[in-house]
């Protein structure tokens, strides 16, 4: 199995910051990875596919990139819509998911 | 746009079976481009694949090796929906269940079905 370790587990942030989180795999999963975004009581939304890109709809402040094994979600400039928790997840081989990082106001 | 919806009680007992339904608009659950899946979310899970159906000219079926024997996900081409049936169900299958569509020929998960909150309780 693909094990995924996302980082940090909780972030706090202010509106205007820039914010970074990082998902590493277990294995290769070439740029197999998707992120999404969750808010309290809903499913989990789509942001990013295939490592680095940009679903439809989803502002550009966000954005994906690869090195290697290791997958990093950047929000550039935060916006108070932007306080959720994250997951990664790789689809390279089944389905595995980080165990997410809850965004909060500082 | 894919709309799922779904269905199903909230409460099972333990040994029971937990039955999902998911009613899919905007596509097909017998397009050979897509896949359908059951995903659950837990505290102590976190978020965790369960199992997948699709057509390829044939009805295929994937279970993640954790619940192989108590799962079965089911297509209704006549409805346009799936489902799903976890057998033998313990306390640690409480959790909130969602269906979900895979496309790009059903590995890219890009569209959720509400959730479904399910405890196993006697």
């Known amino acids: 199995d693909i094990q995924m370790t996302q980082s940090p587990s909780t972030l706090s942030a202010s509106v205007g910051d820039r914010v970074t989180i990082t998902c590493r795999a277990s294995?290769?999963?070439?740029?197999?990875l998707a992120w999404y975004q969750q808010k309290p009581g809903k499913a989990p939304k789509i942001l990013i596919s295939q490592a680095s890109s940009l679903e439809s709809g989803v502002p550009p402040r966000f954005s994906g990139s690869r090195s290697g094994t290791e997958f990093t979600l950047t929000i550039s400039s935060l916006q108070p819509d932007d306080f959720a928790t994250y997951y990664c997840?790789?689809?390279?081989?089944?389905?595995?998911f980080g165990q997410g990082t809850k965004v909060e106001i500082k | 746009q894919v709309q799922l919806q779904q269905s199903g009680p909230g409460l099972v007992k333990p040994s029971q079976t937990v039955s999902l339904t998911c009613a899919i608009s905007?596509?097909?659950?017998?397009?050979?481009?897509?896949?359908w899946h059951w995903i659950r979310q837990s505290p102590s899970r976190g978020l965790e694949w369960l199992g997948r159906t699709y057509f390829r000219r044939l009805w295929f079926d994937d279970y993640a090796v954790s619940l192989k024997g108590r799962i079965s996900i089911n297509a209704d081409t006549a409805k346009n929906q799936f489902s799903l049936l976890l057998n033998s169900v313990t306390p640690d299958d409480t959790g909130v269940y969602y269906c979900a569509r895979g496309s790009e020929f059903g590995v890219l998960i890009d569209a959720w079905g509400q959730g479904t909150p399910v405890t196993v309780s006697s």
């Open positions: 997840q790789q689809y390279k081989s089944y389905w595995t």
């Open positions: 294995q290769s999963i070439s740029g197999r």
């Open positions: 905007g596509d097909s659950v017998s397009s050979e481009t897509a896949a």
